[in-house]
């Protein structure tokens, strides 16, 4: 793959990125919200890392506008966790595209999950 003005090279072995600020929202149409910590992983090089770091703002909105449309319901269930994952990843990735026209985020984890 190649990202703008660098030459990203896949690797084998995932490297990761702990957001350390937990991720709080209010819950749609409900009166709960949910504390999320998130991890995310690459196979491509520290580019990737670096890129998730120098955007960590907008990732960040992105982030809480895909958690201010969930439902307690959903993410309590874990078919709704992995949805919830999958979701985040499409996020972050967009908004990496979008400022430095590359994703390379594969997975996203939750560190802390609270739904209240």
Do not use: C, W
Request: proline content about 3%; cysteine-free.
């Amino acid at each position: 793959m190649k990202i703008p003005g660098h030459i990203s090279v896949q690797i084998n072995k995932a490297t990761y990125y702990t957001f350390e600020q937990p991720f709080t929202a209010n819950l749609r149409d409900s009166d709960g919200f949910a504390q999320v910590g998130l991890g995310a992983s690459t196979f491509y090089d520290q580019k990737i890392l670096d890129n998730l770091k120098d955007n960590e703002m907008p990732i960040r909105s992105a982030i809480l506008m895909v958690l201010s449309q969930q439902d307690s319901f959903t993410i309590s269930t874990p078919e709704g966790k992995l949805k919830l994952q999958n979701e985040l990843k499409g996020a972050i990735n967009s908004t990496l595209k979008q400022r430095t026209g590359f994703g390379g985020i594969d997975n996203v984890y939750f560190t802390s999950l609270v739904v209240q």
